[in-house]
């Protein structure tokens, strides 16, 4: 299975994007799906994670309110629901996700990830 990141652009604060994340090359199967981002010259951070039931979310302080994650099992994706963007949101956004139990928002808990899709946020 390999994960594919889309939805990615340029906009200006204020402004909204849908990001993707797809699964190819088998179904995505998985204890949690999460959403990182990643800013030049900073570690990558979590922003969101979704459980595969979808009876459990998580967000980063930053972007709760503004963010929203969710999954369609059937269309083997995860999305990102971005919203009220401001500048300092402007990253490299992964997706990833994890087959263990119990799940931290640390990277390290999550095994597969897609490639990442940027986003930039001028003011």
């Known amino acids: 299975v390999q994960l594919q990141a889309s939805g990615g652009g340029l906009v200006q604060a204020g402004d909204s994007l849908r990001l993707s994340c797809e699964a190819s090359?088998?179904?995505?199967?998985?204890?949690?799906a999460a959403w990182f981002r990643q800013a030049p010259g900073k570690e990558r951070e979590f922003v969101a994670a979704i459980n595969w039931r979808g009876s459990s979310r998580n967000y980063a302080s930053s972007v709760k309110g503004r963010f929203t994650i969710s999954r369609n099992i059937a269309k083997n994706t995860v999305y990102l629901q971005t919203n009220n963007l401001k500048p300092e949101d402007t990253a490299i956004y992964y997706c990833?996700?994890?087959?263990?139990?119990?799940?931290?928002?640390?990277?390290?808990?999550?095994?597969?990830w897609g490639q990442g899709t940027q986003v930039t946020v001028s003011s």
């Open positions: 090359e088998g179904p995505l199967d998985y204890v949690a």
């Open positions: 990833a996700t994890s087959q263990r139990q119990r799940y931290t928002d640390s990277p390290a808990d999550f095994s597969l």
